[in-house]
């Protein structure tokens, strides 16, 4: 399966803004814009009070009313971020029985984000919209943009990293091709929902710098930038008032500042009072139980926050209808940008381009984390290969909450490995542990019993005798979207791998010396055995074609090029949040079910503690090595104008030096060397990929302006001080090969 040359060209050059192309319209997006205010002026002066309370909030679980009287059709949401979630009931969470809703399932966002690639972003969001489209949504839930604060976070794996930089352009090729389709987005959950545990109490203070320069890039990257249709409230409270309907995080900032035009809506359950809602600029409530009862009444949805209690107190004249006017407007403009949108396209579902972007999403974002010479596999001296762990075999789309998908079909990483090395290896399969054995959720299953019930020992001997007969062990293990291991609602308990991995590594080590470990999570995890383990790699959640990627990978059809989005620790007390005890917060004394968590590391998130303290994790941010080696030399700096006029331009000449094609991420950071405040010692600015073949040389240019200089300061907002500035260009945050400097005035 190949991406269509049309699709690859000419599709996403129009996306980028380089080609003109005929999808989603061919009408001017100015004079679309006229037309839907046109309509909404139009379908507003006939609504009744009670047809406008009825579109602001949900009827059914994914579904908001439209006005049937009207033709104004109904807003369906679906999860998101990774596929197309199943049909559920009408007011259930059980599936609805329908068997026309398997989609595939696209890598998990952790691993977009690891490929360092836009044009992946945006063939990311362009193939699933399609879906979306073809199931007839209006809205996905996606992407999720809060950062990897602590590698705990159950939902990292929802999300793209720990730098607000890679996460923003990630998030904004995402955000375009989702809505080439009609299909908006909702990004989510904003904002700093950083954690799972307690996270409908969890009252995040973080102060203004560390918020402006951390938690809001990637959420103002793709609302101003991308033209998010949509965004989520988060569940948790920010500065002491709940995310969704925050004075500051609302008005202030999304609407005010960012000038965003879509709608807010509320994450399932996260509405928790009518004024606030009325006032702090919730458009949509969703998923709320009843009226704050925790418990389900008839006709529960007139109880909602947003339903009869605000109608009733718009009846008494106790608030007037400036709000909701607005609410509804914006409701209105999303439904015209997406279902009532004349000239959306058609979509398409389970298609062979989908399953090849899928594909290709994941041989981009698997990262070779050390090689010690056993990658790639060499098939000439390699004639049996053991392969031991659970997650060899187990179906990772079913799981960790509402990213939980049911997919048409996913490959195992074992399937992937047998059908690629059919006729040229034996692979012989060994369990090592038992982990999970589970397979359902929300009444999908995945149909595999893994139950086992014999004994640790004798599972553990069977993978070590299998290790000790064979020319190579592959390792496939890591967490698994079970509670507490990557999955919504709870956090990981604990940094170390689960269900006794190391033991089972450290024996198979014992056994065979040509070990290969493939860790598959959507976090950092400890690796004890890291500087015995001749070869690593860094698997993620990679969906449908989860082992066909990986078998690429490996065999070398294809050269690795992921680098890592997050820092990898070697141990917890190199987070900023987990050293400075700022994790996960202080439940308070009052009474109230409130924990204030202080975001006390502030700006100094992944890498930016790492290199404030000198430490030296396992591997650092943006690391990522390839079956190739690269050269980065001759950068140059020219530079332009003073204050915000000031521009730059940085050259830099990479070469493969290698045998074999390959694709390297120059990533360029910003040190600013003279300043009042302390600042990270370097910050990513900009990043390229460049697929080279061997001996070829390509030199990549940057643009950087004055906002790559900035800090914000609490009184003066965004500020560039004068002075000297370095320019690193390095293949990862540790491995800087070149600098170049300048004076900014
Ligand atoms: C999650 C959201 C999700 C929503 C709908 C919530 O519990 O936090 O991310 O989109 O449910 O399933």
Not at 208 to 230: D, N, Q
């Amino acid at each position: 399966m190949k991406i269509t040359k049309f699709f690859s060209t000419v599709v996403l050059l129009a996306l980028l803004g380089t080609v003109s192309c005929s999808c989603p319209s061919s009408q001017s997006s100015d004079s679309r814009a006229d037309d839907i205010e046109a309509r909404i002026d139009d379908v507003m002066s006939k609504m009744t009070l009670h047809e406008k309370i009825g579109v602001i909030h949900a009827q059914s679980k994914f579904s908001s009313a439209g006005v049937p009287r009207l033709g104004i059709p109904e807003l369906w949401c679906t999860d998101g971020p990774h596929g197309i979630r199943p049909e559920v009931l009408w007011d259930d969470w059980n599936q609805a029985g329908w068997t026309n809703d398997s989609c595939v399932a696209f890598p998990a966002l952790t691993c977009l984000a690891a490929t360092w690639n836009q044009e992946l972003g945006l063939l990311y969001g362009k193939s699933i919209g399609e879906e979306a489209r073809y199931r007839n949504k209006a809205v996905l839930l996606g992407p999720g943009v809060n950062i990897c604060r602590t590698p705990l976070n159950g939902r990292s794996f929802e999300y793209l990293g720990e730098d607000p930089y890679l996460s923003g352009r990630m998030a904004v090729g995402y955000v375009k091709g989702v809505q080439s389709n009609g299909v908006a987005v909702c990004v989510k959950h904003y904002a700093l929902n950083n954690n799972e545990v307690d996270r409908y109490t969890t009252n995040a203070i973080a102060d203004e710098r560390t918020l402006r320069e951390i938690y809001l890039p990637a959420f103002k990257a793709a609302v101003v930038e991308g033209g998010a249709w949509s965004i989520m409230g988060g569940y948790n409270l920010f500065r002491g008032q709940h995310a969704c309907h925050n004075d500051y995080l609302m008005n202030k900032i999304l609407k005010g500042e960012w000038g965003f035009d879509g709608a807010v809506i509320s994450d399932w359950g996260g509405t928790q009072s009518t004024e606030e809602a009325i006032f702090n600029s919730l458009d949509l409530e969703y998923g709320t139980w009843t009226d704050g009862l925790k418990m389900g009444l008839t006709n529960a949805y007139d109880n909602y926050y947003m339903a009869r209690p605000y109608e009733k107190l718009i009846e008494e004249g106790k608030v007037g209808t400036k709000e909701l006017d607005d609410k509804v407007r914006r409701v209105l403009r999303l439904i015209f940008r997406t279902t009532g949108d004349k000239n959306r396209p058609f979509g398409s579902l389970c298609s062979d381009e989908h399953y090849a972007a899928a594909q290709k999403i994941g041989e981009e974002g698997i990262v070779l984390l050390k090689n010690e010479g056993l990658l790639p596999l060499d098939l000439e001296k390699t004639k049996k290969i053991a392969v031991v762990g659970e997650n060899a075999i187990k179906m990772m789309t079913v799981g960790g909450g509402s990213s939980s998908l049911k997919v048409q079909h996913e490959i195992s990483p074992l399937d992937g490995l047998k059908k690629r090395l059919a006729g040229k290896a034996e692979v012989v399969y060994a369990r090592g542990y038992v982990g999970d054995a589970s397979g359902e959720y929300n009444g999908v299953t995945t149909g595999q019993d893994l139950s086992d019930n014999r004994p640790a020992s004798v599972i553990l001997a069977e993978a070590v005798k299998v290790a000790a007969e064979s020319d190579v062990v592959i390792f496939i293990g890591g967490l698994n979207k079970a509670d507490h291991m990557d999955a919504e609602g709870s956090d990981r308990l604990e940094y170390s791998l689960p269900y006794g991995q190391n033991e089972v590594i450290e024996a198979l080590l014992a056994a065979n010396k040509n070990l290969i470990v493939v860790n598959i999570s959507g976090n950092a995890v400890a690796m004890p055995w890291a500087d015995k383990v001749p070869t690593i790699v860094q698997d993620w959640y990679l969906g449908s074609e989860a082992g066909t990627s990986l078998a690429s990978v490996l065999t070398g059809d294809v050269n690795p090029s992921g680098h890592l989005p997050m820092t990898w620790y070697a141990s917890l007390e190199q987070n900023g949040a987990h050293a400075l005890g700022a994790y996960p917060g202080v439940k308070r004394n009052d009474g109230s079910d409130i924990t204030d968590l202080e975001y006390k590391e502030g700006v100094f998130v992944g890498y930016r503690y790492v290199e404030k303290n000198n430490l030296k994790p396992l591997f650092p941010f943006g690391h990522g090595l390839s079956y190739t080696t690269f050269e980065v030399d001759n950068a140059k700096i020219k530079t332009s104008g003073s204050g915000d006029s000031f521009k730059a331009t940085v050259t830099v000449d990479v070469t493969n030096t290698g045998k074999v094609e390959g694709a390297e991420v120059v990533q360029l950071y910003v040190s600013d060397l003279e300043c009042s405040v302390e600042r990270p010692v370097k910050e990513l600015k900009g990043f390229a990929k460049v697929n080279l073949k061997a001996g070829e040389k390509q030199t990549l240019s940057f643009a950087l302006d004055s906002e790559a200089l900035k800090f914000y300061d609490e009184k003066e907002g965004w500020k560039a001080e004068a002075g000297k500035f370095d320019v690193l260009l390095g293949v990862s945050s540790a491995d800087i090969r070149q600098t170049v400097s300048f004076d900014y005035k």
